[in-house]
């Protein structure tokens, strides 16, 4: 038990942990495995106890173990879903201690000193921790120890057993070095403790010794916890309910106010915004804001939140508003000179009340493609989410407005002298091409299947500036764009 003057440290190692993450939301009534791509393989990743019941191991081509195993279910693995769901595990265990740290990619460590009597004494939290992670689904290991090194021995080789018991492998040695000190006679921390050290180093290096010192005490082993990540929330509670408008935007520009000043702190800046507005009666209504940009500028971002707030059915009034940044990115500070005299937050503002009507992935920009085919010249993308670019050049102009192929009744390779286009009687003027466009081979477009193009810019006299190509493949005439 602790005593006061021990450091103590709790290993929890969760030797199912993938697949109780995925059979805690859909359970599985027999052998169950997550597989994943390794070596060119579809190899077992993980698996629950029925599938190790029945003979199958990490490791294990998938196609062995489903002839081993007929009635075997799976699922592939997803190794950032895992990640996840062990940080949130870590800022559970923070309950239990504030120092809780990784250890590996399924397993946690934390520092108990001085912790263990708020919870009854050391039995009483590692009792308490096994059942409410039982009740969570997840199968755990649990080692203590005066190290880090032996706790995380006992989780893995026996939750009781002394420490020099235990085999060389619980001194987190890679499988070469296990094998080599087996091989030597050396199987248990014991023996490995009671040899000569100097040969121990010259032929193993210094890594054996020093994770046998760990193990013992002899030698330090910091526990790193992870850094929280930083809150972007406020909050304001009011004595008496409020529901004007002007009342509630005032709230929301103090919250702004602060908001603003611990993304400045990280340099950080919001681009979805939630004003929640806890009601009298219990309700609650939210107001949601997505920014063209990041942003963290108070005074740009307060009338933004004008419409939403003035569509809230504030009922019998509001007692407390919550402001929250949903989504954060990166905002470095930005070099302002005294001769820039663009504002180009005026366009994100404007794309951003715009977007707040009709949803900010249909204000459209057109973006240029790397492509000589008129049709495949552009691409259109949300504005919110893409910058503008430059890189509108072509060796040609091009009409301002392209639309489909349109046919006129003509001959010859040159314009027209006379044709009709859209129920209009037109007169070419003056006519300059041609400019020749192949179609792009490793493509499948069924508009290109007349073959090459031939494209002329075509004045009429009754004022009309077209865009004609002709088909010499498929002879025939076609109006496709108009000019300004």
């Not at 062990?86 to 250890?103: D, I, K």
């Not at 880090?148 to 057993?161: I, L, N, P």
């Not at 070469?176 to 006679?185: K, P």
């Not at 008129?374 to 091009?398: D, H, N, Q, T, Y």
Request: proline letters at 8%; glycine letters at 8%.
């Amino acid at each position: 038990m602790f005593d006061g003057t021990r450091r103590r440290i709790v290993s929890l190692w969760f030797p199912r942990f993938a697949s109780d993450r995925v059979l805690r939301a859909r359970p599985v009534d027999g052998p169950f495995v997550l597989t994943l791509q390794q070596n060119n393989a579809n190899r077992i990743y993980c698996l629950n106890e029925p599938a190790r019941a029945r003979g199958l191991y990490r490791g294990m081509p998938f196609s062995d173990a489903r002839a081993f195993c007929p009635n075997l279910s799976s699922r592939p693995a997803d190794l950032h879903a895992d990640q996840r769901f062990l940080g949130l595990l870590r800022r559970w265990a923070v309950r239990w201690c504030p120092w809780v740290g990784f250890e590996g990619a399924d397993g946690l460590v934390l520092d108990i000193t001085g912790s263990a009597h708020l919870f009854g004494g050391e039995a009483a939290m590692i009792t308490a921790m096994r059942a409410r992670l039982a009740r969570a689904g997840l199968s755990v290991r649990i080692g203590c120890g005066d190290t880090r090194g032996a706790a995380w021995a006992r989780a893995h080789h026996g939750e009781e057993a002394v420490l020099e018991t235990l085999p060389v492998e619980a001194l987190r040695l890679d499988p070469d070095t296990v094998m080599a000190l087996q091989r030597m006679g050396l199987r248990s921390i014991g023996q490995l403790a009671e040899s000569p050290r100097a040969p121990l180093a010259r032929r193993f290096g210094p890594e054996l010794l020093l994770r046998l010192d760990q193990a013992f005490g002899t030698r330090p082993e910091q526990i790193t916890p992870e850094a929280e990540p930083p809150c972007y929330a406020v909050r304001m509670t009011f004595p008496d309910p409020i529901g004007l408008v002007d009342d509630v935007m005032a709230g929301t520009e103090r919250l702004l106010e602060r908001l603003c000043g611990k993304l400045a702190d990280h340099q950080a800046g919001a681009r979805v915004l939630c004003l929640t507005l806890r009601l009298v009666d219990g309700g609650v209504q939210d107001v949601e804001l997505r920014l063209a940009r990041a942003l963290r500028d108070a005074a740009r971002i307060l009338p933004l939140f004008q419409r939403g707030v003035a569509e809230v059915n504030a009922g019998f009034g509001i007692d407390q508003i919550r402001l929250e940044a949903l989504q954060v990115e990166p905002l470095p500070p930005e070099q302002v000179t005294h001769v820039s005299t663009r504002d180009p937050g005026r366009l994100d503002d404007l794309i951003t009340r715009i977007g707040a009507r009709i949803g900010l992935e249909n204000v459209l920009r057109f973006l240029p493609a790397d492509s000589h085919i008129p049709e495949r010249s552009f691409s259109i993308a949300p504005a919110a989410f893409s910058k503008p670019e430059a890189g509108w050049a072509c060796l040609r102009p091009r009409p301002v407005l392209i639309f489909s192929p349109e046919p006129i009744a003509a001959t010859g390779p040159r314009p027209p002298r006379r044709f009709r286009w859209r129920r209009m009687a037109l007169t070419t003027g003056r006519a300059s091409g041609p400019e020749r466009i192949c179609p792009e081979w490793w493509l499948v477009d069924d508009a290109w299947q007349s073959g090459l193009r031939d494209y002329w810019q075509v004045e009429t006299l009754e004022g009309r500036r077209l865009w004609m190509f002709y088909t010499p493949q498929n002879p025939g005439w076609f109006v496709q764009g108009e000019f300004a």
